[in-house]
Each structure stands twice: as structure tokens, then as C-alpha cells.
């Protein structure tokens, strides 16, 4: 993957260099940092949206590398939303089969939407949960809304409980728990507490089931005596 991301790196560069370098009025510097960042750039936007799975991942590498260093445009932004749904609602079809389908490329998105830490990208996320159906993608998503922390009138803490709530009667799923629980603890935390009945509830129903394993059930019930103990 390393090596198929600088060889498409070194192509672009050739390409667009002679462009670049037509004018000499700046310092090289300068041009140089340019020049980088409206290669990846170009990547990143054709990348994400081509056929390949193979594609879309080195623009993930892209857009890992672009945020490492604090751009978190919107270029980046599109792209990400592009491909968090991708297989969901950018559906490519061939004899009526979903071409498409990449979890781990959405699972990844969602990672670094969390990174972004905008309102926009929550708002990416919540419409990632609304719809997608993989688990590793729910449970990235959930942590990424956590990492974030925008709950403006519970909107976050709602689409978490209505993910969990989806697979917890039909295909509980551990990892899943964990992160909701996880995710509620972080929110709590920034937000001085949650008083969400909805959210006790859940908690407890996590606590007491055999459908999950002990230490999801351990951090469910350490989580739930700590919002329930009032703080002096």
C-alpha cells in the first residue's frame, strides 16, 4: 500500500510540476509546501471516489497524513463523508449486487471524521450510525461521536442509544457495547454528568444480560453506579 501511494504520488507531481514551476516569484519553500498539499489534495478528492477499494485506501492514507499536520478542510471533510458511505448510500451496483460494499473503508472514515472534531463531522457521523448495519463500523463511528463531545440537545447520546438499541435485542455484539458504553462515559465526563433515564436504562439492561461478556457487563456497572452516585 506504502508503495502504491508514492507511485501515485511521484505520477501526480510529474504531471502537474511544470504548471507549478512556471512561475518562480515565490520562495521555493513556499511552492514546495504548495505543491504538496495540492497534490494530496488531488488525490484525496479522485481517490475516494474511484471503483477500487484499493484506491480509496490510499486516500485514507492522504487524508491521515493531511490532518496529522491540522488540515482539516473541507476537501477533507467531503471526502471522508464520501466514503463513510460508501456501500450504504454511494451504492455502486452490478447485476443488481452492491459493488461497493467496503466496511473497512468506512470504519476508517470514521476514525478520522472523530479526528476532524467538527459539527459537521458529527453530523457526518450521526448519519453514518442512522443507516449502516456493519457493527466495525457502528463501533468506530460511536467512538469517533465520543471523541467529538458535540452533543447539542442529545442529539449525540440519542443516535448512540438508537445504534445500540438496534443490535442489542437481535445481534448483540461486545465491541459494540463497549464503545457505547465508553462513549457515554466520555460524554459524561465532559459534560459534568447525564441524567438521560434512557441512558440508565441502558446501562443496566448491559449490566444484568448474558449476552455479553463479563467485563463489558464489569464496565457497564461501574459506569452506571458512578452516574448514579451523587457527586458532592
Not at 489534495?41 to 480509496?56: G, P
Not at 485506501?57 to 478542510?73: F, P, Q, S, T
Not at 465526563?189 to 438521560?196: E, L, Q, W
Not at 436504562?201 to 457497564?220: D, F, H, M
Request: glycine share 6%.
Amino acid at each position: 500500500m506504502l508503495h502504491s501511494k508514492r507511485f501515485l504520488f511521484l505520477v501526480v507531481v510529474f504531471a502537474i510540476l511544470p504548471m507549478m514551476l512556471m512561475g518562480q516569484s515565490q520562495d521555493m519553500t513556499v511552492e514546495e509546501s504548495y505543491l504538496q498539499e495540492s497534490v494530496e489534495i488531488m488525490i484525496i478528492r479522485e481517490q475516494s471516489r474511484a471503483e477500487n477499494r484499493d484506491m480509496k485506501m490510499v486516500a485514507l492514507e492522504y487524508i491521515g497524513d493531511v490532518i496529522g499536520r491540522g488540515n482539516k478542510g473541507e476537501e477533507v471533510h467531503a471526502a471522508l463523508e464520501f466514503l463513510s458511505l460508501e456501500g450504504v448510500l454511494n451504492i455502486t451496483r452490478e447485476n443488481g449486487r452492491v459493488m461497493n460494499n467496503y466496511p473497512d473503508v468506512r470504519a476508517k472514515a470514521a476514525t478520522y471524521l472523530g479526528q476532524l472534531g467538527s459539527t459537521e463531522a458529527r453530523d457526518t457521523l450521526v448519519k453514518m450510525v442512522s443507516v449502516d448495519n456493519e457493527p466495525m463500523v457502528l463501533t468506530e463511528a460511536i467512538k469517533s461521536l465520543a471523541t467529538i463531545g458535540i452533543n447539542d440537545n442529545n442529539d449525540t447520546v440519542n443516535a448512540i442509544l438508537w445504534t445500540f438499541n438496534r443490535f442489542d435485542h437481535l445481534r448483540p455484539d461486545n465491541l459494540l457495547a463497549l464503545s457505547t458504553i465508553e462513549a457515554f462515559e466520555k460524554l459524561s465526563a465532559s459534560a459534568g454528568g447525564i441524567k438521560d433515564p434512557a441512558v440508565i436504562q441502558t446501562l443496566a439492561r448491559i449490566a444484568e444480560s448474558g449476552n455479553y461478556i463479563r467485563p463489558v457487563r464489569i464496565r457497564a456497572r461501574l459506569l452506571l453506579d458512578d452516574l448514579l452516585v451523587p457527586k458532592e
